[in-house]
């Protein structure tokens, strides 16, 4: 019977038999080793073993082939002769950045010590394996499939802006820590995307080479490679080179970023000054453009843009004493003027007697603050947090406290507020995103821009020769220590559904500075 096998052993004198039966079956014992072996377990394969020794050429053809999967498939054993037998198999090897190898072989079983074990030798992980041979990769790697723009031009020749540059990134000769983590398809030298968009999509653009797999030399199959795809970006070049020539010319670091408000799609990012990407990853106080976000929790509580409120040199809230920029006052006047006007003693008591912690909050997530982003490459997370006291929540209602924001942050606040809908921002179309879109309160978009145009037409904005219908929200963020504070400059807005942010480092005030970058901007549309 399976299994079992009767030794006769003849009694002296008696004739009497001593059946020894043998512990379980060629196919039970085969089966133990291929799951250790799937597992990649090598301490229970090892337990499987008719004798103690190495599982020699294991471990190589592991490493050596970047073997990411493993299924083995048995079939029937062999017939039992001897105490022997071997269990056919079918071995399908994933693997990294190559694709699946499949073939034949058999594990080898015998009975020890009334026991079927598998009876090791190199040829049970390959009928060709030899003592010392080892495996190999050998790989022709396809061209590199380009990056383009949104009209099918080319941008990873180098040929481009530096802003460009930026988020292309560039190619680079692959290290041994590259080859680690990339596979053995990889050679040290090998040309692999580094930054930006080429070494986040390393693999796509790569594509898979044609490999062969080697035994000490010996080609045991050649596995077809793909070609990579072509990455399309949301950039769009007419509006890329209007945000060029907005900031180029500045005296002090500047970015912009620009994108469609209906898909969160960025049409534009753009530095004046090489090295660092503060379009996208920095990390700078929004000022007063936060107030836009203010008026999003306040509109929606049911204040309304004619409603009267004050703005009066000074106000304290939680002990903070504000003030307006220049000491402005305003007296009493309607909460859409004092938008306009940009009137921090304004908002600071609205934000605290109104909203609160929680509420202010739950307005700035709904457009993007603390919510993580997938725009291709890496990007900083807009920062909000939750005031731990009221002098903390009358500085957040202004853009100030520990309040974090990219121009990306602030032109997909703007994009929310032109489309009624806060959605990540991306520069791949059809990238998959790791937060959902927000809608913002019924009605609050509309009368929101519609406060928004005044700050264009008769507020901080008006002298700045923004095109009519432009609708947007100055800022100046105080950064820094000590008695007198430098400021970036800050404005954000919109028109139609082109949404942009522009700041510019330690440039003062945002009316006066970074609303006639805008409005440049704007105009090169034209």
Known sequence: MSGVTALALAAAGGGAYLLLRTTGSPMETAGRFASAWQNGDAAAMTRELAAPQSLAGYEQMRTGLAVEGLKVTLRGAAPEQDGRSAVPYTAELKLKNAGTWTYEGQIPVKVAERTWKVDWTPQTLHPSMTPGAAFALKTRWPARAEITDATGERIDTGQVGGSIQQLVGFLDKATKKDVDQLGPSYRVGQAVGRGG???????????????????????????????????????????????????????????????????????????????????????????????????????????????????????????????????????????????????????????????????????????????????????????????????????????????????????????????GTWRPPTLVPGLKQKAEPRELPEGVPGRLGAMMSAVVTKGTAKAAGLPSGTRGKTGTAEYGTGPKLDSHAWFMGYKGPLAFAVVVEGGGGGGKVAAPVAAKFLRGLR
């Open 197 to 419: 968009l080429q070494e986040t999509f390393q693999k796509r653009l790569a594509g898979t080479p044609a490999t062969e797999v080697q035994l000490g030399g010996k080609t045991l199959e050649t596995m077809d490679g793909e070609d990579g795809e072509k990455l399309e970006t949301t950039l769009d070049p007419r509006i890329q080179d209007a945000a060029v020539a907005a900031v180029k010319d500045l005296d002090k670091p500047a970015a912009l970023v620009a994108l469609e408000s209906g898909s969160g799609e960025i049409k534009a990012v753009v530095n004046n000054r090489g090295g660092f990407d503060r379009a996208i990853n920095g990390r700078y106080a929004p000022g007063s453009t936060f107030k836009a976000v203010t008026a999003i929790g306040l509109l929606g509580g049911g204040l309304g843009p004619q409603e009267r409120v004050t703005c009066p040199k000074y106000a304290t809230v939680g002990g903070l004493k504000i003030r307006n920029s220049e000491r402005a006052e305003y007296g009493s006047l309607t909460f859409s003027d004092s938008f306009a006007y940009s009137c921090n003693t304004t908002f600071a008591p609205l934000a605290q007697r109104q909203l609160g912690a929680d509420k202010l909050l739950e307005a700035a997530e709904q457009v993007g603050f603390n919510q993580p982003l997938n725009i291709g490459v890496p990007a900083a997370k807009p920062s909000f947090p939750k005031a731990e006291s009221d002098a903390e929540l009358a500085a957040e209602s202004f853009g100030q406290a520990r309040i974090t924001a990219s121009p990306l942050t602030m032109a997909s606040v703007a994009g929310a507020i032109a489309d």
